[in-house]
Structure formats: structure tokens, C-alpha cells
């Protein structure tokens, strides 16, 4: 499996597919995220859960990670000149990547010097919570860079409530175990509420 995901990094079988975000009250798609599949040369799209596990053990979720970043913009930029309405692109970067001591210039190189325009980076809470000082510093210097920043899966974590003041981001993405049911469930719903405050 190793030595065929190398291959697909080569052969450029990896693709990415956009998943809409929309707004609730109005329908319109405001942005999309990008979603890593493997387009394997029987034709098959390989799942994600079977792949990722490995490109993360290997390191090899750095050369991906940044072919990720790359390609975002790149399609980002096709859909402007295509007369798309401006839109936000969203990619998810693993905790190997968030890793990387300079995650900043990690992120820069990927993209390689062009306009960050529209591009935002999702982590989960768990990830940022490895390291916060460390990361929020990192995250500020993203954010600088014109980057937006999403914290994903946010309430699976360990963080509390205080620490969200001093994150650097955008966005929180309450996860789904806490909005699934919360119209039927006055606790679910209370906290819901409480983030969102």
C-alpha cells in the first residue's frame, strides 16, 4: 500500500472532490470544502480511512498535505475566472502537518508565493489541543498570512470554553454528536447554545 500511494503522489492519482457548505437561511453556497480521494488506476476511489492511516505513518501525508493546499487554490482560481460568485475553500491538515516547526512556512511553500485569497485550513479541536501555545502562535502567523482558520469537531475535545477566546479562528465547526439531536435534547441544544454565544 505504501509503495502504491507513493506511486499515486507521482502519478497525480489523487483528487479532490468539493463538498458544498450552504447557507441555512438562504440555500446559496457560500463555500466548499475539499475532500482527499484516491483515484486508483482500476478505477476505483480508494476510502479515505483506508489511505490516510498510512500516508500519516509514513510521513508521506506532508507531500500530499501540500499538493492538498496547492490544487485548492488552484481550483479556487478556476472557479473566479469561470464567473463563480467568490467562494471559500476549505482543506483539512492533519496533526503531522501541524506538526511541522514552522507550520507557516510549511503552509507558504505549499502554496508557493500566490495570493491566499478565499483558502482557509480546518483543524480538529483534538490536534490544536496537542500543543495550544505552540499552535496558537502558529495559527496566528496563518491568519496573517490571509488565511482563514476552522476548528473542526469542535466539543470532542479537551479544550473548554475559555480557550476559545484566545484561538485564532473563524470558524468553529460544532460537531455533529452535539447538533444530531439537539432539537431533541434540551442539553444538547443548551450547549449548542452556549458555543454559539
Known amino acids: 500500500l505504501e509503495s502504491k500511494l507513493r ?20 440555500g446559496r453556497i457560500v463555500g466548499l ?19 490516510i492511516p498510512v500516508l500519516e505513518e509514513t510521513g508521506m501525508i506532508l507531500g500530499v498535505g501540500s499538493w492538498v493546499l496547492r490544487q485548492a487554490m488552484t481550483d479556487l482560481r478556476r472557479l473566479r475566472a469561470g464567473g463563480f460568485p467568490p467562494l471559500r ?3 483539512n491538515v492533519s496533526a503531522m502537518q501541524m506538526r511541522q516547526k514552522d507550520f507557516p512556512g510549511y503552509v507558504a511553500a505549499a502554496i508557493g508565493g500566490r495570493s491566499t485569497s478565499g483558502l482557509d485550513i480546518e483543524i480538529t479541536e483534538s490536534v490544536l489541543m496537542e500543543d495550544i501555545e505552540r499552535h496558537i502562535d502558529a495559527l496566528r502567523k496563518v491568519r496573517k498570512m490571509g488565511i482563514g ?6 466539543g470532542t475535545g479537551y479544550s473548554s470554553l475559555s480557550y476559545v477566546a484566545r484561538l485564532p479562528v473563524n470558524t468553529l465547526k460544532i460537531d455533529r454528536s452535539f447538533v444530531a439531536d439537539m432539537t431533541g435534547s434540551p442539553e444538547k441544544l443548551a450547549i449548542v447554545s452556549a458555543i454559539i454565544s
Not at 470544502?33 to 489511505?51: A, H, K, S, T
Request: avoid cysteine; charged fraction near 25%.
Open 7 to 26: 506511486r499515486a503522489l507521482d502519478e497525480r492519482q489523487f483528487m479532490l472532490h468539493y463538498q458544498p457548505k450552504v447557507e441555512s437561511r438562504t
Open 33 to 51: 470544502e475539499g475532500l482527499l480521494r484516491w483515484n486508483d488506476p482500476n478505477g476505483e476511489l480508494i476510502p479515505l480511512n483506508q489511505f
Open 89 to 91: 475553500i476549505s482543506v
Open 149 to 154: 482558520v476552522a476548528l473542526d469537531d469542535f
